[in-house]
């Protein structure tokens, strides 16, 4: 971990019909680092997340990537400049196999699926790279297997191999053991571990503490659209803002 900001997000807010849904949030995450972001249900933590990938536009504050004002920026624009989000379920192709649908990811960052039958040599790359992210997400086995009939725990393995194989700056994890059998978590979360510890700067929104406690280098409290203590594991749940903002909720 480096002290060089990738992402930074300034003084964040919006408002929708009056509500205010985020509400001056300033954070930064450093090159490397993996910061969980928690909180109850509605604190504002996916729209966070929306505010930062673009699929929603803030009404105050900024967004920042490796220095650069990316708060007028489109997804997909965001996306090529590194900004990497879990594919949703959905997004996963079935019928192909595990393998094709890495490779796919790895085309879209070569030049586009297209380039590929013009430069059959960039097939065979996107193939070399797919079985490397495969194999980092323990999925080296399931290669030629149909992506449908994965379970839940390795769907979202899968997701993740994709999402490595576009080679974002920073990745964005919403919940990736939501819907995950318990017998399946402790293998996502090695996963996890692993995609921190080769040196990816990773935000997660996860509702399993043991789990963020255990992952993170530092936690983010959202409370009502706001950031009620961003700092190491320890110190936040120390914090005595943090524990009264929680009396009588569970996080
Ligand atoms: N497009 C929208 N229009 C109006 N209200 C919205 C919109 N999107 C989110 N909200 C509201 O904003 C608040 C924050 O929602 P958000 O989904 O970000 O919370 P969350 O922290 O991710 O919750 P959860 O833990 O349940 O996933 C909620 O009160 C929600 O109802
Ligand atoms: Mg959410």
């Known amino acids: 971990m480096t002290d060089r900001p990738v992402l930074t997000v300034e003084h964040l807010g919006l408002s929708i019909g009056g509500a205010r849904i985020i509400d001056d949030v300033s954070l930064s995450v450093a090159e490397g680092e ?87 040599r960039m097939r065979d790359q996107a193939t070399e790279i797919a079985r490397q992210r495969l194999a980092e997400v323990g999925l080296a086995d399931y290669a030629d297997t149909d992506a449908g009939v994965l379970s839940h725990g390795d769907k979202r393995k899968l997701e993740i191999a994709m999402l490595l194989a576009q080679e974002p700056r920073v990745i964005l994890l919403d919940e990736p053991m939501a819907g995950v059998s318990s017998g399946d978590v402790a293998g996502l979360v090695e996963v996890i571990r692993g995609v921190h510890q080769s040196g990816r700067t990773v935000l997660m929104v996860e509702h399993h503490m043991d789990v963020v406690l255990g992952l993170v280098d530092r936690v983010a409290v959202m409370h009502h659209g706001s950031v009620l203590a961003c700092d190491t594991p320890d110190k936040v749940m120390a914090d005595a803002t943090v524990q009264s903002a929680y009396l009588g909720e569970s996080l």
């Open 34 to 120: 993996m910061l969980g972001v928690i909180g109850p249900n509605g604190a504002g933590k996916t729209t966070l997340f929306n505010l930062i990938s673009g699929l929603m536009v803030p009404t105050e504050g900024r967004v920042e990537l490796e220095g650069v004002d990316v708060t007028s920026h489109s997804i997909p624009r965001r996306a090529r400049a590194g900004l990497g989000r879990t594919f949703q379920t959905s997004s996963l192709f079935g019928g192909l196999t595990a393998l094709e649908n890495v490779r796919l990811a790895a085309q879209s960052k070569l030049g586009g699926a297209l380039s590929v039958v013009r430069f059959p």
